[in-house]
Nanobody
């Protein structure tokens, strides 16, 4: 199984920008589709974005479409989530995940990172 470690979270002002990274080890991420999910306090984990193995197909939640961009660098074994113009409602723990097929469903992903906290101030 692939191991995933997120980084890049922190405190950001609304309207700013932040880039999350997801570094993989153990196996090449080129074998997996990659996804980002988030969980805010008192809420269920929700889908944010996903990207196919080659990077040519991406999906986004409506709430982040046009503001967030998912990407990957298979040579660096790393996936990214660029967060532009974040809003206070984007405050959550962000998780990256690796799966067998591109999907918006958490159950389709087998490996998960430990999460990184993102806090957006107004």
């Amino acid at each position: 199984q692939v191991q995933l470690v997120e980084s890049g979270g922190g405190l950001v002002e609304a309207g700013g920008s932040l880039r999350l990274s997801c570094a993989a080890s153990g196996r090449a991420i080129g074998r997996y589709t990659m996804g980002w999910f988030r969980q805010a306090p008192g809420k269920e984990r929700e889908f944010v974005a996903s990207i196919s193995r080659s990077g040519d197909t991406t999906y986004y939640a409506d709430s982040v479409k046009g503001r967030f961009t998912i990407s990957r660098d298979n040579a660096k074994n790393t996936a990214y989530l660029q967060m532009n113009s974040p809003k206070p409602d984007d405050t959550a723990v962000y998780y990256c995940a690796a799966g067998g097929r591109i999907s918006t469903w958490a159950n389709d992903y087998d490996s998960w990172g430990q999460g990184t906290q993102v806090t957006v101030s107004s």
